[in-house]
């Protein structure tokens, strides 16, 4: 079990869940397994066509591809960056 962020929240809370065993463990897009600390981690990389859709080689990693819309990605432009479809959004818990 590894402590995460917890998805959408609004005050930087964690929680625990499993970590990554292999690389079909990581979800996100541009990530392998490290499993020496079984946390999902950016792909090395020396240049561009190593990354997949939607990332770029920054600093030796892949990371994802600035935008300013769609037609500067492969799938949809989201807060500035590529991601291969349209996100939702995050809102406080209603009362």
Known sequence: MICEPLAC???????????CTSDA????????CDVSTNRCVAIACSDDPECPDDFRCDAGTCTRKACSDELDCDGFCVLGSCYP????ECRPPSS
């Open 9 to 19: 929240s609004c005050n930087g809370v964690a929680t625990c869940t499993p970590g």
């Open 25 to 32: 463990g990581c979800t996100a897009g541009g990530t392998v």
């Open 85 to 88: 479809e349209a996100r939702g």
